[in-house]
């Protein structure tokens, strides 16, 4: 997610008009409508303040990437698997059999 559609997200749940927003952030309408076009982009300390004066708050959790043995990420391991299942036909009758248990 980019900072425009952040901004542009926390600002519409938040029911808040471009200017605002502007005036709680203590910023012009026109560089909040520039950052949520994403002409400009704004630093982290002012990404923060105007989602603070929409009433949101930015939680980073900074955690490491996993990596099988080969190096391969998780999410590429995944496709590798099943890009070798696709390859192999399923196995199975068209009828579903069952056992038939005895009716007391």
Do not use: C, I, W
Not at 13 to 40: C, P, V, W
Not at 41 to 70: I, M, Q, W, Y
Not at 94 to 102: G, I, K, Q, S
């Amino acid at each position: 997610m980019n900072a425009s559609h952040l901004l542009k997200s926390a600002r519409q749940r938040a029911g808040l008009t471009l200017r605002e927003l502007a005036e709680r952030a203590g910023t012009s309408h026109s560089t909040l409508a520039a950052y949520e076009s994403g002409t400009k982009t704004p630093t982290v300390k002012t990404l923060n303040r105007v989602l603070h004066a929409a009433g949101f708050a930015t939680d980073v959790e900074l955690r490491r990437r996993r990596r099988s043995a080969d190096g391969l990420a998780r999410g590429d391991e995944l496709v590798a698997v099943l890009e070798l299942a696709s390859q192999f036909p399923a196995r199975h009758t068209t009828a579903l059999e069952a056992p038939v248990f005895r009716q007391l």
